[in-house]
């Protein structure tokens, strides 16, 4: 079971996750623990003990919510400038989004609806909602601004004024394109609710996100 096998996985558990990070498998390790002529493998040179406390106060802080998903859990490692083993790295780099949009494509976002039962506040802007959702999925505000300025069918639906290239930016309804990361699995529902939380574009939203939370998504 080697990297292939963990990448398709579902999600990975906080100790799946340091053992993969540090170089290690999981199943491997697991079978060499349990027989008692074999020694058992050396994790504090690999950088386990370091990458698993680490992880553990990601998920102490609502960073990071176990059991995460492959890409979440990766995404993660890259912002925090930790290496990604190659094996790992190579096989993600071959699920492309369009497999993964292809995946979910059969979940639709629900929609959006204000607390107070009155309008929705202003969207917002191409260039806010880049800066504003830097991180999730992996993606820096540039790498978003490019995705919103050419986007795929998921985040199409996320438009509430089209914008018109070289004069204006899309607007955008930030709870949808919310809604839609944690639908397709690409963002914990504590991740996104966090932006709504610490981010100034995001503001106006945070009741029709808390709202929308609510009623669509467990607590977590």
């Not at 558990?13 to 349990?34: C, D, M, Q, W, Y």
């Not at 492959?70 to 993660?76: A, G």
């Not at 492309?96 to 059969?106: F, I, K, L």
Request: glycine residues 8%; neutral net charge; hydrophobic residues 40%.
């Amino acid at each position: 079971m080697g990297a292939a096998h963990w990448i398709a996985m579902d999600g990975w558990t906080l100790e799946e996750s340091a053992l993969l990070l540090s170089g290690a498998n999981p199943k491997r390790i697991e079978v060499l623990g349990a027989d008692p002529h074999v020694a058992k493998p050396d994790l504090q040179s690999c950088g386990y003990v370091g990458i698993n406390d680490r992880l553990l106060r990601a998920s102490e802080m609502g960073v990071l919510s176990f059991p995460a998903s492959p890409f979440e859990v990766c995404s993660w490692a890259a912002k925090k400038e930790q290496g990604i083993p190659i094996p790992l790295m190579s096989v993600l780099s071959l699920s492309t989004e369009s497999t993964r949009d292809e995946a979910h494509q059969n979940q639709p976002v629900a929609p959006v609806v204000a607390a107070d039962g009155c309008n929705l506040p202003e969207p917002v802007t191409t260039g806010a909602v880049a800066h504003a959702l830097a991180g999730l999925r992996g993606w820096n505000a540039g790498m978003w601004k490019k995705k919103l300025g050419s986007p795929p069918k998921w985040l199409r639906d996320c438009i509430v004024a089209p914008g018109q290239r070289g004069v204006r930016e899309h607007c955008w309804n930030p709870v949808k394109i919310g809604a839609a990361l944690v639908y397709k699995g690409h963002a914990a529902v504590n991740s996104v609710r966090a932006k709504f939380q610490t981010r100034p574009e995001l503001a106006p939203w945070l009741e029709a996100w808390k709202t929308y939370e609510a009623n669509h998504f467990d607590a977590s």
